[in-house]
């Protein structure tokens, strides 16, 4: 074998890799190629370590892979894994390079077929806001004394039960209807509607609790139809939503009047505790009391005060007749007094205002002689004027231009309106308008003669 042959078979060779440098290669090659996926399975080998890192087996009936949810993820699953679960997970393909395996890295996980459930639902929410239907504006306020309530569920369910009993301490008093209906199951969302519908018609109930105990999003599906929430939405009685946990939430929770975290806390939403009622009546029955005692004692006093005051009908009567005698005589001799004083002075100022009074009669006189006067001179200067009037109209009418033109003659004035007086300042061979009596006319100058004297 020559040296060149050697060369080229040296750099043709493979390289040697290491087993961890294949893993982690391998490792990329999947994560790279294979994008973050739901895939559905059965759990098995579930394992909770120390660490707070779950571990299981993801299978179905013709193979599986194994899994693991780091404890960040794990932390925020709502629910607990077991052996069997049908799950779908959300993850991504990788290798462990330690040992070599195929597994799958879970970043989240639901029970299988929720993810189409909250399709729904969001979608049914979505048209439900719209509507306005979870505004607030719609939502009625709850009777403070309610005196029946109505509880919508099935007969069987345990929060029937708690709804009671709770009931039965805070407020014994108050009486209790239910409107059975299965809250699980194939066609519980009508029945549910249904049974709102009869406690909105019936009309029996001051407050109405929608209710039922805890589950996974398919046990609580029944909550989550537009059946019953427009049921809740058109009953005629205040509702109460109290489904499942604190941490659930259904389409119900949105359109009900008022949301219970849970069964227990709708019944005590529903409801004040007969001891505050009754320590709230005795607070205000003492108060009562003792407002009255003291309008009572202040009464007492103002009557002691009267009585002191107080005389016999006969003597006030009497009293009263002779102030009212001494009055009479009083107005009386005021009145008569005044009116005598009243003309006597009458009379004086009479007197004083004739003494007073100048003789008019020569003034009156005096007055018509002049005014016979003014109107002579008057009548003088208008005749006077009238004449200088008539005179001026004469001498005006004489030196009237028209009048003048009216005895045969004539105003000549050239292309620019000026007056000629002499024959020398005629324009040959031009036009002069030549004024008249009767109108006007435009003459050509064809030659002007001399003036022959």
């Not at 499942?244 to 975290?261: N, Q, S, W």
Request: aromatic share 6%; hydrophobic share 40%; proline share 5%.
């Amino acid at each position: 074998m020559t040296p060149d042959q050697k060369e080229e078979n040296t750099v043709a060779a493979p390289p040697v890799l290491t087993v961890s440098a294949l893993n982690q290669a391998v490792a990329r090659l999947l994560e790279k190629n294979f994008a973050l996926s739901w895939i559905a399975g059965e759990v098995s080998n579930f394992t909770r370590a120390a660490s707070g890192h779950w571990y299981f087996t993801l299978k179905d009936d013709a193979a599986q892979v194994r899994a693991v949810m780091f404890r960040g993820r794990a932390q925020s699953v709502g629910f607990d894994i077991r052996n069997g679960d049908k799950i779908e997970v959300r993850a991504t393909v990788t290798l462990y390079p330690a040992r070599g395996d195929y597994q799958l890295n879970v970043e989240a996980i639901r029970h299988a077929g929720v993810g189409n459930l909250f399709e729904a639902f969001l979608r049914l929410k979505e048209k439900l806001a719209k509507e306005g239907l979870f505004q607030a504006e719609r939502k009625r306020p709850l009777p403070v004394f309610p005196r029946t309530i109505g509880i919508v569920t099935s007969p069987q369910a345990a929060a029937l039960r708690d709804v009671l009993i709770t009931l039965s301490r805070r407020a014994p008093h108050v009486r209790i209807i239910l409107y059975p209906a299965p809250v699980q199951g194939e066609g519980a969302g009508n029945k549910i509607a249904e049974a709102i519908q009869t406690a909105s018609l019936r009309a029996e109930t001051d407050v109405l609790i929608v209710c039922r105990g805890g589950g996974s999003m398919e046990d609580l599906w029944s909550f989550n139809e537009e059946a019953v929430a427009r049921a809740i939405v058109a009953c005629g009685i205040p509702v109460i939503s109290g489904v499942g946990h604190e941490t659930d939430t259904t389409i119900t929770d949105f359109v009900a009047d008022l949301r219970a975290p849970t069964p227990t806390g709708a019944a005590e939403m529903a409801t004040r505790p007969q001891a505050d009622w009754l320590a709230a009546i005795r607070t205000q029955a003492e108060d009562l009391q003792y407002g009255m005692e003291r309008i009572m004692a202040h009464a007492r006093q103002s009557v002691d005060m009267a009585s002191r005051r107080l005389i016999s009908p006969a003597a006030y009567t009497q009293r009263e007749k002779i102030r009212l005698g001494a009055f009479a005589d009083r107005l009386s001799s005021a009145t008569a007094r005044t009116t005598t004083d009243a003309r006597n002075q009458l009379v004086q100022l009479q007197t004083r205002l004739k003494g007073k009074l100048p003789d008019t009669a020569p003034h009156h006189v005096q007055i018509q002689t002049v005014r016979r006067q003014m109107m002579s001179l008057v009548a003088t200067s208008v005749t006077r004027q009238r004449q200088d009037i008539a005179s001026l109209e004469a001498q005006l009418e004489l030196l009237s231009p028209q009048r003048t033109l009216e005895r045969g003659y004539a105003i000549i004035t050239d292309k620019r309106g000026r007056v000629i007086r002499s024959p020398q300042k005629l324009p040959v061979r031009e036009n002069v308008t030549v004024r008249l009596a009767q109108g006007s006319a435009q003459v050509g100058i064809s030659s002007v003669q001399p003036e022959i004297e």
